[in-house]
């Protein structure tokens, strides 16, 4: 099978977990032995965030006296895309040992009309009391927003059109190679009005990025890869309920906040409408039960389990909406 893997935050920063790069090095090598045996048998792309990576980079070129102006947006995701994709090329190599990888260095064609560059929305760098945040705001010129009980930065996140280099992405994968990309969604470029690309300060969200170029790669399964087991509907309430095998239309129709599952569950379903494939949510050590569908939320355009597999959770009751 051919098989997009997004990694979440939680694969190279956990809440609390200091930036280090000890500790994201840590973190990275258990994501890959959870992902090495997937990467043994099928065709893998892998793309990750870079949210708390991309914020500490903007942070110190803001506090770096040396600097004129603090480096784009742009130019810091390509830094995190190099930082990050090392340590997974690394740890990819070292798991599996004969398989070539390449950790490519992409951007992410975005539309320079996007209403996303007049509401900021994709959270970034770490979390803060909210005294502090507005205070960091009124001293930076930042837009922030809440994050749960803390606040954070948010910057523009436009929707993205095409991954510039899909056709190398494709040329890897049909040699063999595992193939890290799309990393924090790609370096954001617009087409200016001679064709010309030219990159432009925003974040693109990983996920929708992921989703993008599942369907132009012809991917049969998308795997969206969290912290959590599965989507919860109500999460955090008392009404809180997990969702299991489910549709496209039946994910729409819940409500997720747009700075965590929000661009995860809109993922899911665009390449599941796109492509008629499977595209599954949940926990990074479930990797292959998601690819099997007896974990985490599966998204298929029937709702029922993908290649024939009953739900576990609800084996006999095919026909109630699961979500």
Known sequence: ???VVALGGNALLRRGDRPDAAVQHANIRAAVAALAPLAARHEVVITHGNGP??????LQNAADPALTR??????LGAETQGMIGYWLLQSLQN???GRQVCALLNQTLVSAADPAFHDPTKFVGPVYAREEAERLAAERGWTIRQDGPHWRRVVPSPDPQRVVETRLIRLLLTSGAVAVCAGGGGVPVIRDEEGQLAGVEAVVDKDLTAALLAEALDADALLLLTDVPQVVRGY???QAEPIGHTTPARLRAEHFPSGSMGPKAEAACRFVELTGGTAAIGALDDAQAL?????GTIVTPSGHAPRGIEDPRNPT???RDQT
Do not use: C, E, K, W
Not at 53 to 58: I, T, W
């Open 1 to 3: 099978m051919r098989i």
């Open 53 to 58: 990576q991309v914020g500490l980079l903007a």
């Open 70 to 75: 603090p480096y784009p947006f742009d130019v």
């Open 95 to 97: 798991a599996l040992p």
């Open 236 to 238: 955090g309430t008392a």
């Open 291 to 295: 690819l099997d569908g007896t974990a």
């Open 317 to 319: 009751d095919t026909s």
